[in-house]
Structure formats: structure tokens, C-alpha cells
């Protein structure tokens, strides 16, 4: 008798994603937080019994109907038509209240990108897929260009006007009143595309990207990542 289960595919990146290291401990200790309102995707393996069967010289034989889920689709096909927009995803977006449109084509680090990205900071990947949705004063050839890292902000050009051009020059008091530059996109968006297959149900990271643009070939866990870059104490958190 051969037992088979279901296997994770893929989802469509993070909503929140924190990768932080924690002091309290006496050795070093870091947590890893990411929270997804994505669905995750399965494999239905009753929609592949017959081929797996082949595999072995056997013939399956149904006992009922086929499932119209193995033939059918479902969702809107046409999504990928309707305009790009961010989504809540950290605290000041959900203070204003912004749903806006993203900013394309825009430049980063010198490389211009006419999608959604993803970022990396010294080969350690985020798996979220972002793009502007305010201007910045900072241009190359009358474009949006941002040479910011993972977690900087940037004070508004109009503090009346959440949605105002984000200054670099600009001292506005602190975080409490700064902007990130980039925002966590809405599915439809161009760029956005699933994210490998997943090693024990968590989001791989720790993979080298080509630029801010992340080639996932390598599959890599979160028990890989522990062993291979991060060392001592490691808390996954996953919801």
C-alpha cells in the first residue's frame, strides 16, 4: 500500500515580513515573522492518481465522477487588466488609509524596472513584492529614482497631502512622520509571480537575487537558512 501526501507549491509573497535580531537572549537569537493573507496552493494529487498509477505499470480505475476542479479554473482571468494598486501592509498605511495606484516605470539603485520588485540586502531575500506609489524629488531622465535600502523613509513633500512627493532633504521630526518609498503590491500587479516551491510550509529566504529582481531557482528552507547564514538561535513564525 503506498501513502502520498499533498504538497505546498506556491504562494504570492508576504503582506508583513520581519526578519530582526532579538537582544534579550544571552546568545545570539533572531526571529523570522511573516503573515500572508495569500493563499497557499496545494497540489491535488486525486487529480493526478491515473498518471501517478502509470508511473508504476498500474491502472486506476475512479470510483465516481471526475472532479471538475481537475479540469476547470476558477478566479478572473482578466485581473491582470485592472490598474495596480498597494495594499495595506504597515501601520501608516492603515493610519491614511492609502490605496493608490503604483508608480511604473521608476528606477532603483541606477536600474530601471518597469514591474514590482523584490528586495534583497546583502543576499538575504524579501520576499515581498513592492513598487512606489508616491513620487520621489530624486529623478534620472524625468523618472522616479530611489537608492534606498530595505526599511528607510522619507518625509513628505506636503505634510497636508499624504500622497505629496517624498523629499531625502526634508527633516519632518522622525519615523512617526516619514514614508516608505516603496509599498507591498496587490496580485494583478506586473512582476508579481508565485514563489517556488516552499520548504516545510515557510517562505523560502536567504536565496541570492540578481539585483532587486530575485531569480528563486535555489530551494532553500527556513531550517537551510539557519544552518547556512544566520547561526546560533533561530525563531520561525509563520501565520
Known amino acids: 500500500k503506498k501513502h502520498i501526501e499533498g504538497v505546498l507549491s506556491f504562494v504570492k509573497g508576504c503582506d508583513q515580513f520581519q526578519f530582526t535580531k532579538v537582544d534579550k537572549f544571552v546568545n545570539p537569537a533572531f526571529i523570522l515573522r511573516q503573515k500572508s493573507e495569500n493563499p497557499t496552493t496545494y497540489t491535488k494529487l486525486s487529480c493526478f492518481l491515473p498518471w501517478v498509477a502509470a508511473q508504476y505499470n498500474l491502472v486506476y480505475e475512479s470510483t465516481g465522477s471526475t472532479d471538475p476542479a481537475c479540469s476547470t479554473g476558477s478566479g478572473d482571468p482578466q485581473d491582470g487588466e485592472n490598474t495596480c494598486r498597494n495594499t495595506h501592509s504597515n501601520w501608516d498605511q492603515l493610519r491614511d ?99 517556488g516551491i516552499i520548504g516545510g510550509g515557510a517562505i523560502l529566504a536567504g536565496v541570492g537575487t540578481l ?29
Open 97 to 195: 488609509d492609502i490605496e493608490a495606484e503604483c508608480i511604473l516605470p521608476f528606477y532603483y539603485k541606477g536600474r530601471r524596472y518597469n514591474e514590482c520588485i523584490l528586495f534583497d540586502e546583502e543576499d538575504f531575500l524579501y520576499p515581498i513584492f513592492r513598487c512606489p506609489i508616491r513620487n520621489i524629488t530624486t529623478k534620472i531622465n524625468g523618472i522616479n529614482s530611489f537608492n534606498v535600502s530595505f526599511g528607510d523613509a522619507y518625509c513628505l513633500s506636503d505634510e497636508e497631502d499624504v500622497l505629496s512627493p517624498l523629499d531625502p532633504n526634508i527633516d519632518c521630526g522622525g519615523f512617526l512622520n516619514e514614508r516608505p518609498p516603496f509599498s507591498q503590491r496587490k496580485n494583478n500587479c506586473p512582476g508579481v509571480r508565485a514563489l
Open 211 to 239: 539585483g532587486a529582481l530575485g531569480s528563486l531557482a535555489p530551494v532553500l528552507g527556513v531550517g537551510a537558512l539557519g544552518a547556512a547564514g544566520v547561526g546560533g538561535m533561530m525563531v520561525a513564525e509563520s501565520m
